[in-house]
């Protein structure tokens, strides 16, 4: 029986001023009915392109260079854009990476699935709302009468994700591309959708590409995973098999740099870390500390209205100390952190650093304050927070000049400094964001936030949509940062995996409100309150060091 879909030898190219770029080199892929393949890979492997490709939405400068793209025993690659519209929501659909972006901001949700429905259907405006709501009613969304009439804006990431997902099995599709469907997702939000994912498509016998760099996902959701790099497909096996016995080099460096709920820092950078990079092999000790509070705060409360997105949190940190802040998202991490870094005023509570309240001095004022270069913060997403006008150089340089008042040679002394010490090269000081890969963006976030050097680092979810060898080389970096540093470090993630490695304790929160905390160590090994222990099991995960037989 022939497969839902063969991809043989694929070639994809870019037009660009330099000329043309092969992005797929020679791809051969099968994917049968009903069957579920992860493609996996670091930013620039294909993935993506791979998806786009098959679905004909390239965009103008990429082309199909050579190759068949064969459907259902016909060549997707030569059909006209007509033909291919036909296709489109009815026979391929296709979930991508961020479903806000995605989505049409000015139709309602209701709007945007009836047009998707009459696209391929015959179907009045009545029975096209009432087949947009049972589909709502299908990927679970809370309230679905009322998220009808919603815009996107006003709808939660997962929320955006579920829309994603009704849109693209609204006409049930043959095949269903999902590229990078979880990202920025927390950890019991990505199982929800996953699962609801997996249901979905062994009800309906669809079959299912996952694009992910999750290693994770792959090795729970997927029957067979492919590996590519740089264009090519470098390995092909069952999940068990790939990740517990990899044989390319490759994806040996893949599963080194992924954490699991075993490994180090130390484990992760030995396969990842760049000769001549100068970060070293294994962390340097903790500097011995005192018993002084540097941060206490005490009954914070933030209100929205008659709702408390803070409600009534309590913490203490010492100088050199790492304190990981998880939770789902609507929890509260990402608001505390903009509390205690003075961004946003608090409903009630105090908020100490260094023995001086902070809580009372209102948010657009607290740059004024002597303590605002003590206090910094790395962002989540560092094409947000760089101004596209500013080069790395005066990225780094801007809050130096206002907090410190460096100038000239004395400056570009301490900028240099930073970007080493962050790992930013000197061939990169004078390129701008859009030049730049995310992992270097996220290197100008760090060595702009320890130029001014701070007592105090706020690192609001730093590594969420960066490849796994370069997390394991930020999270090494911050690490070695504190160590040498004594920062105190709040790390806000959703990743528990990295928050385990990264912090000496943890504190758990859920609804704006602490349910657990305690060491790392303990917390992780034995978590008391039965959120935790919910948020530890909703971790996809893969046994790198499993026996062959358990896993093939």
Request: hydrophobic letters at 45%; glycine letters at 8%.
């Amino acid at each position: 029986m022939s497969p839902l879909l063969r991809i043989e030898n694929l070639s994809v190219t870019f037009a660009t001023r330099a000329g043309p770029i092969e992005a797929l080199r020679g791809i051969d892929l099968t994917v049968g009915a009903g069957q579920t393949l992860g493609i996996v890979g670091e930013s620039g492997s294909g993935k993506s392109v791979t998806a786009f490709a098959t679905t004909r939405l390239l965009d103008r400068a990429g082309r199909i260079a050579g190759g068949r793209i064969l459907f259902k025993g016909q060549d997707v690659s030569r059909l006209s854009g007509k033909e291919m519209q036909a296709l489109h929501g009815a026979a391929i659909s296709m979930i991508f990476q961020n479903p806000r972006a995605a989505l049409n901001p000015i139709r309602t949700v209701g709007l945007q699935l009836a047009d998707a429905l009459r696209a391929h259907r015959d179907l009045s405006a009545a029975a096209a709302r009432a087949r947009a709501l049972d589909l709502l009613k299908a990927v679970l969304i809370r309230d679905p009468e009322r998220r009808l009439d919603a815009y996107p804006h006003e709808l939660s990431g997962g929320m955006c994700q579920r829309v994603m997902i009704a849109l693209a099995v609204a006409c049930e599709p043959a095949l269903l591309i999902a590229d990078e469907p979880t990202t920025g997702l927390d950890v019991t939000t990505q199982k929800t959708v996953m699962d609801l994912l997996a249901r979905i498509a062994a009800e309906r016998g669809m079959a299912m590409i996952l694009i992910t760099h999750d290693l994770g996902l792959a090795a729970k959701y997927c029957g067979r995973v492919v590996v590519m790099e740089r264009g090519r497909l470098v390995e092909e096996a069952a999940p068990g098999r790939l990740f517990a016995h990899p044989q390319h080099a490759y994806t040996k460096r893949l599963v080194a740099a992924s954490p699991t709920p075993n490994s180090t820092l130390a484990d992760l950078v030995g396969e990842t870390r760049p000769a001549g990079s100068g970060i070293p092999a294994a962390p340097h000790p903790a500097p011995p500390r005192g018993t002084a509070l540097l941060l206490e705060v005490q009954d914070l409360v933030k209100r929205y209205g008659n709702a408390a997105a803070v409600d009534g949190i309590s913490l203490r940190m010492r100088p050199g100390e790492s304190l990981g802040l998880v939770g789902e998202s609507g929890s509260g991490k990402s608001t505390t952190s903009r509390l205690i870094c003075r961004l946003i005023d608090p409903s009630e509570g105090t908020i100490l650093f260094d023995g001086q309240s902070i809580g009372d001095v209102p948010a657009r004022d607290f740059h004024r304050s002597e303590l605002r270069r003590a206090i910094q913060i790395v962002f989540q997403d560092p094409n947000d927070s760089l101004n596209p006008r500013f080069s790395a150089f005066d990225s780094i340089a801007q809050p130096l000049k206002r907090l410190t008042g460096l100038r000239g040679a004395a400056l570009r002394a301490r900028v240099m400094e930073s970007a080493e010490r962050s790992g930013l090269g000197p061939d990169l000081i004078d390129r701008f964001p859009h030049q730049l890969s995310g992992g270097q963006k996220a290197r100008i976030g760090i060595a702009r936030a320890i130029a001014v050097r701070p007592r105090f680092l706020i690192l609001d979810e730093p590594t969420a949509a960066l490849d796994v060898s370069v997390q394991a080389m930020i999270l090494h970096l911050l690490d070695l940062l504190r160590r040498e540093d004594d920062l105190a470090f709040l790390f806000v993630s959703h990743d528990l995996n990295v928050v385990r490695m990264m912090c000496e304790r943890t504190i758990v929160l859920q609804n704006g409100r602490v349910v657990e905390e305690g060491a790392s160590e303990t917390l992780f090994a034995r978590p008391q309150s039965a959120y935790a222990r919910e948020l530890l099991a909703a971790i996809p995960h893969f046994d790198p060091g499993a026996p062959l037989a358990a896993t093939a």
